[in-house]
């Protein structure tokens, strides 16, 4: 299935004339990592699940007061950040130890940002190692992920130092032009015909 | 209080820059001012070190990475409910969106883990449960009871390893670890009972091979030795079924309810759990591996591994949450989304303690625990969120918002 690049503009037109394909898009592109901060935030996978599907309806219904297409990313972060909040504060509520919820109000806000830290490197991680073939991503991982020898790599997959070499300067050439793309904000739709 | 709109964007395109710093330093990518950029973030504070180290952990990444594949496969399907939420779908049977807010209701037992996590110097934490308790009740364990066919009863516990009966050419052991076995054949069917009581369970090993976990307060009706050309059993409450593969026997399970009739299952061999308590009013089967076949009266339906069939005057058969439903067989309770009846019912047949609900307890209850801890003690992690409370009396639970 040949990849149709469409940028977050277009998809932003598509939304806002109420075009399904611009909800793919954006849902596409920030279900996974709004899911894994919603799970780091309420430490409940199910409840995050349901947090950011409820994020994509509210988005839905706002979709005309959206101002430009470059709202539309921290938007979501922004509501399903509530939510968790609001999800842990309602359970701190019906803990109702007085004494305890403010040590755990104060640790809201730093946990939150290390959370957005926490989605958005292991989803760029994620994102690159997508555009890698099979096997360079297995060298990539040993390499850069599991600090392993270029030697130790060859002998474990049983090729050629100057396979693992090779492969491992063409990962980092694709990856070098995927980063730049990400600035470009180009989304790759996968599930267009 | 809620950040103001501004801090959050402000927060969004910090970790942003941050994140691509750790990506692209994990990858190898960053140019040099890059990497200095990332070394002032990391000495910035002791904090931003500890989440560099926590972030570029080895297992953390393999972790990190897993679970967006996972919700990558999970993705389509949540796009479909929302759109069907919106009103862009048409109705399936796809489960529907609940708005978060049911969701937020539901709490659960990670709320207690959450507050102890974040509070080491808080060495206060109360015990609501334990305050409103003077007794605890002690779990179940290994025992049954075996009725020959000659109406002879021998108790059985974990302790005997030896044999203890024979019905004709069939010798019964027992093998020291709360298991009872059936060796040998026999042409004559003599029918043998293994009934555990409230805080039992035992295993069994039938004449053919088929190996059978009872859970407590359940009992199996079988023949020493499988004579005929159907090897048929008959199941009280609940059983988990690895069945010996024989195709010229089918084997069959009639469950017998407190209402009566539950139907019949069927099998060649396979593995499967049958839970007739009834409780709901209805029998669940549920199929791990094989196939088998669920029946009652003139109705009938084939299930696959993963499925559940749901029997009560009509068949339903739905996806199966096999580890929830297993979990007592390997010595756990797994409650997700468990309401506190279903959890009361359970505990009253592993403890042996009656139970009675006082007020409307709404509450859903996720939870995991070891079946061989004191009732106090499972009950506890489900007392310290504070949507439930528990009193107990000698053997008397007491369940109340």
């Known amino acids: 299935m040949p990849q149709k690049p469409i940028t977050e503009q277009e998809a932003f037109a598509a939304l806002q004339a109420g075009n399904e394909k611009g909800l793919d898009l954006f849902f596409n592109r920030y279900y996974s990592p709004l899911v894994f901060y919603a799970t780091s935030l309420t430490n409940q996978k199910e409840v995050a699940k349901e947090i950011v599907a409820e994020a994509f309806v509210k988005l839905w219904a706002k979709k005309e007061a959206i101002e430009e297409c470059g709202k539309v990313k921290p938007l979501l972060y922004k509501i399903v950040h509530d939510a968790s909040v609001d999800f842990i504060r309602e359970k701190e509520k019906s803990i109702k130890r007085a004494a305890n919820l403010r040590i755990i109000s104060n640790t809201i806000e730093r946990s939150s940002l290390d959370a957005l830290i926490e989605v958005e490197t292991y989803n760029q991680l994620y994102l690159l190692l997508q555009n890698l073939s099979p096997r360079s991503r297995q060298i990539f991982r040993m390499f850069y992920f599991q600090k392993k020898a270029i030697k130790e790599i060859a002998t474990e997959l049983n090729i050629s130092v100057n396979t693992v070499k090779t492969q491992k300067l063409r990962a980092i050439q694709t990856l070098k032009k995927y980063q730049s793309s990400l600035y470009l904000t180009v989304l790759y739709s996968l599930i267009f015909i | 209080m809620k950040e103001s709109s501004n801090s959050h964007d402000e927060n969004l395109k910090k970790a942003d820059r941050v994140a691509y710093l750790i990506a692209g330093h994990l990858n190898g990518t960053l140019t040099n001012p890059e990497q200095d950029e990332l070394d002032d973030w990391i000495t910035e504070s002791d904090e931003n070190l500890e989440l560099f180290e926590k972030l570029t952990d080895e297992d953390n990444i393999e972790a990190g990475i897993q679970q967006h594949i996972q919700m990558e496969k999970e993705k389509a399907a949540e796009l479909e409910r929302v759109k069907e939420t919106i009103g862009i779908r048409k109705r399936s049977t796809i489960k529907k969106l609940w708005p978060y807010l049911v969701a937020a209701s539901v709490i659960l037992l990670a709320a207690s883990t959450y507050v102890i996590k974040n509070n080491n ?90 190996k059978v976990w009872l859970n407590a307060e359940s009992s199996l009706k079988f023949p020493a030795g499988f004579a005929s050309s159907e090897r048929t059993v008959e199941l009280h409450g609940e059983g988990f079924f690895e069945v010996a593969k024989n195709k010229d026997k089918p084997f069959t399970v009639k469950i017998i309810t407190p209402y009566g009739d539950g139907g019949f299952v069927k099998v060649l061999g396979t593995t499967f759990n049958v839970n007739g308590y009834n409780d709901e009013g209805s029998v669940k089967t549920t199929l791990i591996e094989g196939s088998v076949s669920v029946s009652k009266g003139t109705a009938n339906k084939l299930i696959r591994p993963g499925e559940q069939a749901i029997v009560s005057d009509e068949i339903k058969v739905a996806k199966a949450e096999i580890d929830e439903e297993t979990a007592w067989k390997d010595g756990k309770f797994l409650f997700r989304d468990a309401s506190v009846y279903s959890i009361g019912e359970q505990i009253k047949r592993w403890y042996d303690v009656e139970v009675e609900y006082q007020g409307k307890n709404v509450q859903l209850f996720n939870t995991e625990a070891n079946r061989n801890v004191p009732l106090k003690e499972l009950l506890d992690g489900m007392a310290g969120t504070g949507l439930v409370h528990f009193e107990l009396e000698g053997r008397k639970l007491i369940i109340k918002p």
Request: hydrophobic share 30%; aromatic share 4%; charged share 25%.
């Open chain 2, 121 to 210: 110097n808080d060495k206060e934490i109360e015990k609501p449960f334990a305050r409103t308790t003077k007794n605890d009740v002690s779990p179940g364990s290994d025992k049954a009871v075996l009725t020959l066919s000659d109406g002879r009863t021998i108790i059985l516990d974990s302790n005997q390893k030896s044999l203890i009966a024979n019905e004709g050419n069939i010798s019964i052991k027992q093998s020291g670890n709360g298991e009872i076995i059936y060796d040998g054949t026999d042409d004559a069917m003599k029918y043998n009972v293994v009934s555990t009581p409230r805080g039992g369970q035992y295993k069994l090993v039938l004449g053919d091979g088929t």
